[in-house]
Every structure is written in structure tokens, then in C-alpha cells.
């Protein structure tokens, strides 16, 4: 079971997906884990999930690990699967909750209430496809699989 969730062909458009992927969202995450890049932190972060946006507990911490330590995780090819998934299911429940009613378009020149959800879109694929090939070339799950 394990290798099946490891094994990756060695070709680089997973890496590209993966590393890309991870560097977008690693951002967010740290803004909410450590408060960097204008982040509240984790404390703030939770008690706004979990009080302001009646996010069950658990379910706020593994949207905040799923882009933090998740995005750190895509980053190095390490369960990828595991962590492209964390990402989908953020993104989805996101664009579900907060961008589907202002429209698919982002708010390029401040002229909705709101961003859409077209980012969301192109993460989820993004993810989709890295669920379905791994990690590729120069992951720590090709290093696995092989060994494994």
C-alpha cells in the first residue's frame, strides 16, 4: 500500500507541478503556522477558524498544515500524493465557502466584493495531477519507492 502511494515515473512535469504548487502555497501556510509574510500566526489563525468561521477544530488544523507543511512536502517530493490531496480538499472547501458567490473571475481591478474562484480551480488541477503521477524526477518518493 505504501509503495503504491510512493511510486512515481522519473520524468519532470510532476517536479515542475510540485515544486510550483509548494512554492505558491507555502506562503499562505506560514502566514497562518508562524505569522510570517503578514500572518496572523497559528493561535489567531485558529481561533478565527474555529470561532468566526465555525471550522471544527480539526478540520482547521489540517488546512493549516495541508498549506504549510504540505506545501513543504511538495516541495521535496515527500508523499506527495498525500499532501496534493490536503491541498485539493483546502481549495475545494474554500472556493465552496467563500469564492463561489463572487463569480469565477479574481478581483483583478477591485470592482467585485469579493475574489472568485479561478485560482482554485488551477490549484485543484494542479494537485489532481500530481495525485495521478506522484512526484516524479528528484522526489524523496522516487528515493522510496525504489528502495522500498
Known amino acids: 500500500m505504501l509503495n503504491k502511494i510512493l511510486r512515481t515515473d522519473d520524468e519532470y512535469a510532476s517536479l515542475v507541478l510540485r515544486v510550483m504548487l509548494g512554492l505558491v502555497f507555502f506562503p499562505h501556510g506560514a502566514q497562518k503556522l508562524f505569522g510570517w509574510f503578514g500572518g496572523n500566526g497559528f493561535s ?37 500524493r498525500v ?12 472556493a465552496l465557502a467563500n469564492h463561489l458567490q463572487h463569480g469565477f473571475f479574481m478581483n483583478w481591478f477591485g470592482q467585485q466584493k469579493g475574489e472568485g474562484f479561478e485560482f482554485h480551480i488551477l490549484a485543484v488541477a494542479l494537485a489532481a495531477g500530481l495525485i495521478i503521477k506522484g512526484g516524479g524526477r528528484w522526489s524523496v518518493d522516487g528515493v522510496l519507492s525504489k528502495n522500498g
Open 44 to 80: 489567531a489563525t485558529m481561533g478565527f477558524f474555529t470561532t468566526q468561521a465555525g471550522i471544527p477544530t480539526i478540520f482547521a488544523f489540517l488546512a493549516i498544515m495541508a498549506e504549510s507543511v504540505g506545501a513543504l512536502a511538495l516541495i521535496a517530493g515527500f508523499f506527495t
Open 83 to 94: 499532501a496534493a490531496l490536503g491541498i485539493a480538499v483546502n481549495m475545494v472547501i474554500c
